[in-house]
């Protein structure tokens, strides 16, 4: 499968080669007995009918943190809302208290544990925020953690620094110096290290406004970093326009959004990443505006959100059945949020998402009579085996 599960986007009876932990040619068997140049020490796989698609990509999690809020959740089954959990110096805060306390090898113990459940269902990229640590020490903590995930596993990873997550208790009432603490210190460091490729930042009324968003993409930029967008989630305030105008690869979550972000959004060929675990488990009632993403084309990624707050969701198969059954997406857009799309957010499309020439050879085979298995049942699929660059790496 290419793109989707369109008839342009499928190739039956289908074989392709891989050298160099690249593809190198995809097209049918008869074109193969034509195909004269194979590389070097031929090893032949048989999928006996089976289906090989590009890996799954979940392109917005919180995979390192520590701590449980399980407590949260109870208190939001008894009418208490996440924004007034988070007011009460609970939410995100909570989190942060607990990453701080654990040791680097804690949060790689309980990240890797989180990061081979997605492994398990066909995902072979993922990003991986920060945001949980909210001081300079801690955040640098959980982006080592990340590099160190991407070294044991057989996984890509796409490092994302969101220090503006919230404001630290440290700064409350102060959130403006927050802010340069960050653009002077912080991201040129992590930076400077390498262990980010992007920014993020909560543009929300319980987070960071529009002007002190700004001013943080706006370095990020100068050090040549990407940036993104967690927009237009509790409340329409305009991030998504703004992230959008910037250049940001993605704005996420988009229950709020206008049109006014949606034309900028098309404009600028950012991508949406629609988050249905996190309307699902805060109860949510108010849809992103799936037609007028459609009615702009604007291209949708769907992605887990996997934190401990509003998504400990791990199962992005799980994930694509939401975003069908929750926000209407049909079949062939939820596949491809989690492929083509998931790896455009990420800035990624020139290397994964599709089975074509001159990607990844990141491949999972299904046993399933179709695409739509996959989004249809959940909890029973598992790969019959999957490659990484070209390795089988499990099954």
Not at 160 to 185: M, Q, R, S
Request: hydrophobic content about 40%.
């Amino acid at each position: 499968m290419k793109n989707g599960i369109s008839d342009n986007s499928v190739f039956r009876h289908a074989a392709l080669l891989i050298e160099g932990g690249k593809i190198i040619w995809v097209g049918s068997m008869k074109e193969l007995s034509q195909y004269s140049v194979f590389p070097e020490n031929l090893i032949q796989y048989d999928c006996q009918g089976k289906w090989l698609m590009p890996g799954f990509i979940d392109c917005h999690t919180h995979l390192v943190f520590a701590g449980n809020r399980s407590n949260e959740f109870e208190k939001r089954l008894n009418g208490v809302s996440y924004q007034e959990i988070a007011e009460q110096g609970g939410g995100i805060l909570n989190t942060v208290n607990a990453t701080r306390a654990a040791s680097e090898e804690d949060l790689y113990q309980l990240a890797i544990r989180r990061a081979k459940a997605m492994l398990n269902n066909g995902v072979t990229t993922i990003e991986i925020k920060s945001g949980y640590g909210l001081d300079h020490e801690t955040e640098k903590r959980v982006l080592k953690v990340a590099k160190r995930i991407e070294a044991s596993l057989p996984i890509n990873i796409s490092k994302t620094y969101l220090g503006a997550h919230a404001i630290p208790p440290e700064f409350k009432g102060n959130a403006d110096a927050y802010v340069n603490k960050i653009c002077d210190e912080i991201m040129p460091d992590l930076a400077d290290a390498n262990f980010i490729d992007a920014v993020d930042v909560f543009c929300e009324n319980i987070g960071f406004t529009l002007a002190q968003t700004e001013k943080i993409f706006r370095r990020a930029k100068s050090l040549g970093l990407a940036i993104k967008g967690h927009t237009e989630q509790l409340s329409a305030m305009g991030g998504s326009e703004l992230a959008a105008n910037m250049g940001a690869m993605s704005v996420d979550h988009l229950e709020y959004l206008q049109a006014s972000d949606v034309k900028a959004m098309a404009k600028n060929d950012t991508v949406a990443t629609l988050l249905p675990g996190a309307f699902y488990y805060l109860k949510e009632t108010k849809l992103p505006p799936i037609n007028l993403l459609r009615e702009h084309q604007v291209p949708m990624a769907i992605a887990t959100d996997f934190n401990p707050g509003s998504s400990p969701i791990a199962s992005l198969p799980l994930i694509l059945n939401m975003a069908c059954t929750l926000f209407g997406l049909t079949v062939e857009e939820a596949l491809q949020g989690a492929t083509l799309n998931a790896a455009k957010a990420l800035g990624m499309q020139n290397q994964v998402g599709t089975l074509e020439a001159g990607k990844l050879a990141d491949i999972v085979c299904w046993d399933i009579s179709h695409p739509r298995d996959l989004v249809y049942e959940f909890g029973v699929i598992t790969p019959s085996w999957i490659m990484k660059k070209g390795d089988r790496v499990q099954g």
